[in-house]
């Protein structure tokens, strides 16, 4: 089994975001930037292909020179290879079909990406992705087997989840759940050394369309005072959701 | 050329967000001075389309199609839009709809768009504003191709009435082997329970329950106002409860009307999760948990003390009020 991992360089969850340039652009002043942990779950999932199945693994992830200490980090988590396509994923649609050639040209047969990145929140590049490759593709995925060309995937739907059978070449976008949060690797000192040794091979962007382009950002209003109602008198708090709040 | 939309059912019956991407879809086709059409797949209240602004519905009766298929779906949906020449497809938010919106994209070129929050800000450019950054900001989006796909968020234009006389046509597709080469084989989903994803109101427990024992008095709280229950990331984390009730930046967004968070400190990522719902109470030992800034109501207190008196008195409340 061959597997490509398409990992984003995102912004660590506890980030404050701000915007720049006329709020045109996301701030990345004091910014610590980490995989995207829809794809590290997934990541962690592969690297358990390889250990139990031989899985020969590789990362990819479309950006500057910027991102490659994300890379690092994901070779350093045990990826054998990793591809770098230089070039600024500023639509979806172009991020995926950047990936698309890089798939046709490595002859995998299981693709995991994750269900979106959590700055942009697009959640079509692995579905876009199939569709230009023809693939079969499971969304929020929680769960993956793989048994020779056969493949049992879980995905969420909403209010439970549900059991898929398929088969190889697949292209999941996984979530939280392939591995357990526990089960995430840091990497160690011995993976951080190998990673440096590791090919990294940078390839330039094919021509592609770039079908949307963020215009503007905002941040959301802020919120007025919260208003505080004694422990002992629920009474008010439901006479407010019911007359003030009109939700009850 | 009109505006296509995709609405959900179930049972034969539509989803709530049926209606509201049918109202979002009216006033879309108002700015674009078009009509809507719907693409509705084994429904049998199609008609009703016509009170939400839907003038046209395609209706798809097709055994083949009685499980939500994500490519088979997205293909009749595909079909539709060419047949109507749809340059705007208007699907909900929920996860089935964010599984075929992309393939749907792609298939037609399309630049695609989710978590759409209001109307085109300009139909030319095509300009809408969506949720980014995990609901800590809002982007401008300009779609740039002749077709456009756009995924409205759940509960963000709500359900108006547009009153319109709905033809309904039936629509064949032709679907091969290849659109099923995934299989459902089994759903395992909470039947007559409202969930995360379309309840108005969430009733949410942290680690400030102390163990998933404890976890009665926040399902009898949801019960008691229709509720869906929800956790925090620690408490999914923990096995207190299941992933799928994780909300907050990498679990599930909610975009509810009240959301009541108990014994929930309010991490960043959590208060991005929950951002876009519209009331927000927290009920909380600790007057300095950072929740409280982002809260509507407050309470300083016990949950074990305050969630049974809360109970009692919203059965009370709604018994004289039903």
Known sequence: MKILVCISNVPDTTSKINFTDGDTKFDTNGVQ???????????????????????????????????EPTIRKALAIGADEAIRVNAEPTDGFFVAEQ??????????????????????????VPGILASLLNMNFVNTCISLEIDGENATAQREIDGGKETISTS?????????????????????????????????????????????????????????????????NVDELINLLHNEAKVI | MSVLIYTES???????????????????????????????????????????????????????????????????IIEAAKAEDAKVIITSSS???????????????????????????????????????????FAFTEIKTDIKVIAVSNNSYGITENNTTASVEDFSVSLNDTDF?????????????ATI????????????????????MIEELAEVLGAATACSKPVSDLGWRPHGEHVGQT???????????????????????????KTKVVINTDPEAPFFKAADYGIVGDAFEVVPQLIEKLKEFKAQNT
């Open chain 1, 33 to 67: 930037f980490v995989i995207n942990p829809n794809d590290e779950f997934g990541l962690t999932r592969a690297m358990w292909f390889k250990e139990k199945q031989g899985a020969t693994v590789h990362v990819v992830s479309v950006g500057g020179p910027t991102i």
């Open chain 1, 99 to 124: 990936l698309a050639e890089v798939v046709k040209n490595g002859d995998y047969n299981l693709v995991i990406a994750g269900r979106e990145s959590i700055d942009y929140n697009g959640g079509m």
């Open chain 1, 168 to 232: 190889l070449p697949l292209i999941i976008g996984g979530q939280k759940g392939l591995v357990q949060e526990s089960d995430l690797k840091i990497p160690n000192m011995r993976g951080i050394m190998m990673a440096r040794q590791k090919k990294l091979t940078v390839l330039e962007p094919i021509e592609a369309l770039n079908a949307t382009a963020d215009t503007k950002f905002e941040k959301p209003t802020a919120k007025g005072a919260v208003k505080m109602v004694d422990a002992n």
């Open chain 2, 10 to 76: 179930e049972n034969g019956k539509f989803k709530k967000n049926a209606f509201e991407v049918a109202s979002y879809a009216a006033e879309v086709a108002k700015q674009l001075g078009t009509t809507v059409t719907a693409i509705s797949i084994n429904c049998e209240e199609n008609a009703t389309l016509g009170t939400y602004g839907v003038s046209k519905v395609l209706q798809v009766n097709n055994d083949s199609l009685k499980d939500f298929n994500a490519k088979a779906y997205a293909n009749t």
């Open chain 2, 95 to 137: 996860t089935d709809a964010k599984y075929l919106a992309p393939l749907v994209s792609a298939s037609l070129k399309a630049g695609y768009t989710p978590n759409v929050v209001a109307t085109p800000e300009s139909t030319s450019p095509f300009i809408v504003k969506r949720t980014t950054f995990s609901n800590k900001g």
């Open chain 2, 181 to 193: 080469s995934t299989k459902s084989v089994e759903v395992d989903k909470v039947v007559g329970k």
């Open chain 2, 197 to 216: 994803a379309d309840a108005e109101i969430v009733v949410s427990g942290g680690r400030g329950l102390k163990g998933p024992e404890n976890w009665g």
């Open chain 2, 251 to 277: 679990g599930k967004p909610v975009a509810s009307n009240l959301y009541i968070a108990i014994g929930i400190s309010g991490a960043i990522q959590h208060l991005a999760g929950v951002s876009s719902s």
